[in-house]
């Protein structure tokens, strides 16, 4: 029931009949609860309330696959203004972007431009970029980036998934570059050549990415909404004395929002995704297929005041 559910949902995630539909009339049916805004300036009141609460936040411009050179220059001008948002209004808060909305499918030149455009404006503000994973073909190009800008931007993230048999290797080979990490499970669609099939399988590799990280002394953020997960870098971080300043737990904007409270409340730090936008629909699907449990926290999310 788990890979049905899981196969339904990314088969709705690029379905583009019902992703219009979701542009239209997303605000009715409760786009609002998992996503901070069409634009930057209407979420910066849910970062600072946020913010109040004692929780910090990545934002997220929603879209990808982008293949038009224009409108890659149009996304990277919109992360250099949320940027300088973030900044003016002295919100806690980094950035998180995809490659293929930067130029990625297009050419190497195109997006290594368009980061260096937005790198060179985070560091004057000390705001961290985390590049986001996206599917498995485009994993060694992202990590490929990821290291060679590393060496000139220090406040750059990148993510890596449990569920592709590479990880592990990855791993050891970006430690070089003593990386700031996002360890998830992984959203996309994979063939049983590149990813664990079962999800226990990809549990247990999120464990072992996450011990192995954490222990060559590497930031790392734990994304995740499964209890195990949570429970088993608790105990870890207490057995091997690592300080809280070293890692952090990440959740999605709308999910697990007493988890994060609990969290916040043992001392923890806790960063919310919060993406904004108008293409939420896809990106609300994936999240759907990472986990069944979602589903119910999803829906929760939405339909509750």
Not at 84 to 106: C, H, P, W, Y
């Amino acid at each position: 029931m788990e890979a049905i559910s899981k196969n339904f949902f990314l088969y709705l995630s690029n379905n583009k009949l019902l992703d219009r539909f979701a542009k239209r009339f997303g605000s009715k049916f409760g786009a609002d609860k998992i996503v901070g805004g069409e634009t930057f300036s209407q979420a910066i009141p849910l970062i600072q309330q946020l913010n109040h609460e004692g929780l910090v936040v990545t934002v997220d411009h929603l879209g990808e696959f982008v293949d038009c050179e224009e409108e890659s220059r149009d996304r990277a001008g919109e992360c250099i203004r949320c940027i300088q948002q973030i900044a003016s209004n002295q919100l806690q808060s980094e950035v998180s972007l995809k490659l293929t909305s930067l130029g990625l499918d297009i050419s190497r030149e195109l997006v290594m431009e368009n980061m260096e455009l937005i790198l060179k404006e985070a560091q004057k503000h000390d705001i961290t970029v985390t590049i986001d994973m996206e599917d498995s073909s485009r994993c060694g190009a992202t990590l490929d980036i990821y290291q060679e800008l590393k060496k000139d931007y220090p406040n750059l993230g990148t993510v890596v998934q449990s569920y592709l048999y590479r990880t592990d290797e990855d791993l050891d080979r970006l430690n070089e570059c003593q990386p700031y990490l996002r360890l998830v499970k992984g959203a996309y669609k994979e063939s049983g050549k590149v990813a664990f099939p079962e999800k226990h399988l990809v549990d247990d590799n999120l464990k072992h990415l996450i011990k192995k990280n954490l222990l060559n002394g590497n930031y790392t953020a734990i994304a995740s909404h499964d209890d195990a997960i949570v429970d088993y870098t608790k105990k870890l971080v207490e057995e091997h004395d690592i300080p809280k300043d070293r890692f952090e737990f990440q959740m999605l904007y709308g999910m697990r929002n007493q988890m994060q409270k609990d969290l916040l409340e043992e001392g923890y730090k806790v960063r919310v995704y919060l993406p904004y936008g108008e293409d939420w629909y896809g990106y609300f699907m994936r999240r759907l297929a990472e986990r069944p449990a979602n589903i119910a926290f999803a829906l929760k999310g939405v339909f509750s005041k």
